[in-house]
């Protein structure tokens, strides 16, 4: 019963004069439930259900107070590939919303996330990376992405990626690279400067703004690994 329930508020939450009415009536725990133990199909409808609704602002606090960010990232973990995609557009606009992206960490989406990045076939690249964008302002994001051991797959994607790649690779690199100088020492050995300048050249407008502020963060790196050496030699 659940799931035809679901499937039903899935095609009503579509028309947006609808999307309040199942919010207000209480719609959203019982979706989130069907997130939890219904069948693949019921997982990835509610999962779709969520994304539509996560659409007004309003709704992505109450959505993730229902505690459907951890079944989320479950769910891009083992769906179907329409079931990762619903996923993961449904996680990318809720964790506009500040306070759900400590939630999205404790339930381990940058593993899953970079899992995502280096899968053959590579399906899920583009959501995966933008979702990493917005989770590398967060500082528990730069952390997790940090340990993840994320720098050479960044680095690649801004070296091969598609435009959109580029851009949201270097957008989560200089997050990474703001905080913590290992980060940039490991770009610089990865080769990171032309492909880095080729982007600050010829990228999308964000793409370029990323790079030149990467580059002036490697600037500044080298400047003072300059100084450091230099008095310890004088």
Do not use: W
Request: net charge negative; charged share 20%; aromatic share 4%.
């Amino acid at each position: 019963m659940q799931e035809h329930a679901v499937t039903a508020l899935l095609n009503l939450s579509i028309r947006d004069e609808n999307k309040g009415n199942i919010v207000s009536s209480g719609a959203v725990p019982g979706i989130v439930h069907v997130l939890r133990t219904g069948s693949m199909e019921a997982r990835e409808n509610a999962a779709a259900t969520l994304f539509s609704l996560s659409v007004v602002d309003e709704y992505k606090v109450t959505i993730g107070a229902s505690g459907a960010i951890p079944p989320l990232v479950l769910l891009l973990n083992e769906g179907t590939q329409r079931g990762k995609k619903d996923a993961v557009t449904a996680l990318f606009n809720l964790c506009i919303y500040l306070g759900n992206k400590g939630k999205a960490f404790r339930a381990g989406i940058v593993p899953t996330l970079m899992q995502l990045l280096t899968e053959p076939g590579g399906g899920m690249v583009d959501e995966a990376l933008a979702l990493l964008a917005i989770l590398a302002s967060h500082p528990e994001g730069r952390a997790a992405i940090g340990t993840a051991k994320a720098v050479p797959v960044l680095v690649e994607f801004i070296r091969l990626g598609s435009p959109r790649n580029k851009e949201n690779a270097a957008a989560v690199l200089e997050h990474l690279c703001a905080g913590e100088q290992h980060h940039l020492s490991e770009a610089k050995e990865l080769g990171i400067m032309e492909p880095l300048a080729d982007l600050a050249q010829n990228g999308t407008d964000r793409g370029k703004r990323k790079a030149a502020q990467l580059l002036e963060q490697l600037s500044r790196f080298f400047e003072q690994q300059q100084e450091g050496s230099g008095t310890g030699t004088g």
